[in-house]
């Protein structure tokens, strides 16, 4: 059983352009969350998606930043018009339940110049 | 709240000694508490989780303390070695509008003295 799948590893992306980012859990999850983290800080919640639905956005800024997990195939957090405050650590974790662990991928790192 | 945009605070320890790292919770709601590791340039890997009703649980040389009266929550090292080395972010499990939400803390870093 393959782990949380992270694309790409690292990603360049200059101010104004979009940056998709693809996280495939673990099989069986159906529950996936997205956080970001900044060098030598926290990570902090973004998304919580299951199948088809967006449960809690909350961590999400209202502008440019979107998430969405089809019935088939990875989830994609898309961020458009890029800017270098965007710059940092992208982490998908899935899990099976809401009250078991969550897997993480091993992160997508964005560099917007 | 989520602690954004605070540094980690960082603990030092010989190699060999045991390491305690704490953490604090707010909602005394939450009833799972999980313990991840994440080694620079990498994901949060699973440590050790433990349930609201209970008060330790032990892994290979970790344990995790829930002290529920006081809302906080304790990952002990026996024996650190270098390859412990990395962040530590307790992360509990809480109801919101109806739902669960996993919701980490600030974390802190663990730095082993050879």
């Known amino acids: 059983n393959a782990g949380v799948m992270q694309n790409p590893r690292h990603l360049v992306r200059r101010r104004g352009q979009e940056a998709r980012l693809r996280c495939s859990p673990m099989?069986?999850?159906?529950?996936v969350y997205w956080y970001r983290q900044l060098p030598e800080e926290g990570l902090k919640f973004m998304v919580y998606?299951?199948?088809?639905?967006?449960?809690?956005e909350s961590g999400m800024p209202k502008e440019r930043f979107s998430a969405e997990f089809p019935k088939e195939g990875p989830s994609i957090l898309r961020i458009q018009q890029v800017v270098r405050g965007d710059s940092a650590a992208y982490f998908c974790?899935?899990?099976?339940?809401?009250?078991?662990?969550?897997?993480f991928g091993q992160g997508t790192r964005l560099t917007v110049v | 709240g989520e602690n954004v945009g605070l540094h980690l605070p960082t603990l030092s320890v010989q190699e060999g000694d045991n390491s305690i790292i704490n953490c604090a919770y707010s909602?005394?709601?939450?009833?799972?508490f999980i313990w991840y590791k994440q080694e620079s340039g990498k994901g949060p890997q699973f440590i050790i989780d433990?349930?609201?009703?209970?008060d330790k649980r032990q892994g290979q040389r970790v344990t995790v303390l829930l002290n529920k009266t006081v809302k906080h929550l304790s990952l002990q090292i026996a024996a650190t070695q270098p390859g412990d080395s990395a962040v530590y972010f307790c992360?509990?499990?809480?109801?919101?509008?109806?739902?669960?939400?996993?919701?980490f803390g600030i974390g802190t870093k663990l730095q082993v003295i050879p």
């Open positions: 974790a899935s899990s099976p339940d809401w009250d078991t662990e969550a897997f």
């Open positions: 099989k069986g999850h159906s529950h």
């Open positions: 998606l299951q199948k088809e639905n967006i449960i809690d």
């Open positions: 909602n005394s709601a939450s009833d799972y």
């Open positions: 433990i349930r609201s009703n209970m």
């Open positions: 992360a509990e499990n809480r109801e919101s509008g109806g739902y669960q939400k996993v919701t």
